[in-house]
C-alpha cells in the first residue's frame, strides 16, 4: 500500500513514530489507560459490533476494544503513519476477540464508510491538530445512529511535581506555549471536548477528569521523555535553543530522580457523546 503525503491527510505528528517510540507510548498506555477504558465501558463497548480507533498508534486500544466485543466484531484501527500500523499490524489480539482491520489515514480523511460504526474512538490526536473541530466532525459522520463517540485528550498545562520543580513551569512557559501557538495547535484542548461534542451536532452523555500522580516508575518520567524527543521539533521552529531546552530537562530529571518527589502527569478529559438528538 502506497502511504498518501502527510499534507493530505493530517496535520503534522511531531513525535518519533514505529518501533522508536512504541515504549512510549506503552507508558502513556499504563498512565492513560484507565480513564480511557473507563470512557468506552461508559459508551458500552462490550455490546459494539462494529468500531473505529482514529489514530491508534502501535493498536494498544484497539486490541483492548477487541477483547471486549468478542469475535464477531470488528475493528477499524487507522493512523497516520506507516510505521505505527507497520508495528500494530505484528501484535495479535487475544485469542476470541475481534478482528481488527488497520489502515492508513487521519482524523480529517478517516478512509472509512460513514454511518457504520457503533464506537468511535479517538485519543491524544486532537491536541496535534490546527483543525480538531473539523476532525470531530468527520468522526461524528462515521457513527450509526445512536452511536458514540469516544474522545480522549489532555491540558498539557496542568503538569506539575510536589514538591514544585520550576523547571517544569519554565519548560510550559518557554517551549510548550511558544511552540503550541507557532504551528497553531492546542494542547490543553480536552478542556474543550465537550465543545468540540456539540459543534459535531452530538449530545455529550459523560465526561470525565484524571491526573495520575506518581511516585516511581517509568510513568513518573514520561512527560520527560516526551518533552525530550519533542525538543528538536521544537529547536528547528524557533521557539528555544537546544542548550536551554536541554537544560531544563535535565533539571527535572534532576527533580524527580528523587523519591520524595511526585509527579502529577499532564491532565487527561475523557467525554462520551450521542449521535442521538441534542437534548
Known sequence: MTAPSQPHVGDQYVLPT????????????????????????????SGASRVADIGCGTGTIARWMASRMGPAGRVDAIDIAPQQIEVAGTIPPETGSASIHYHLGSAYEPGLPEHAFDVVFCRLVLCHLKEPGNAVAQMASLLKPGGRLVLVDMDLRDTFTMPPCPFYQAYIDECVIPYQTKINVDYSVGRRLPQLLMGAGL?????MVDQ????????????????????????????????????????????????DVWVAVAKMFAVVGSADALR
Open 203 to 207: 449530545s455529550t452523555d459523560a465526561v
Open 18 to 45: 514505529g518501533k522508536d517510540d512504541a515504549a512510549r507510548l506503552d507508558i502513556i498506555h499504563a498512565v492513560y489507560g484507565p480513564v480511557s477504558r473507563k470512557a468506552l465501558e461508559a459508551a458500552e463497548i
Open 212 to 259: 495520575p500522580v506518581f511516585r516511581e516508575g517509568p510513568e513518573k518520567h514520561l512527560w520527560e521523555k516526551t518533552w525530550t524527543s519533542a525538543l528538536q521539533r521544537a529547536v528547528s521552529e524557533g521557539v528555544i535553543t537546544m542548550d536551554r531546552g536541554l537544560e531544563l530537562i535535565a533539571g527535572m530529571e534532576r527533580h524527580t530522580a528523587s523519591p
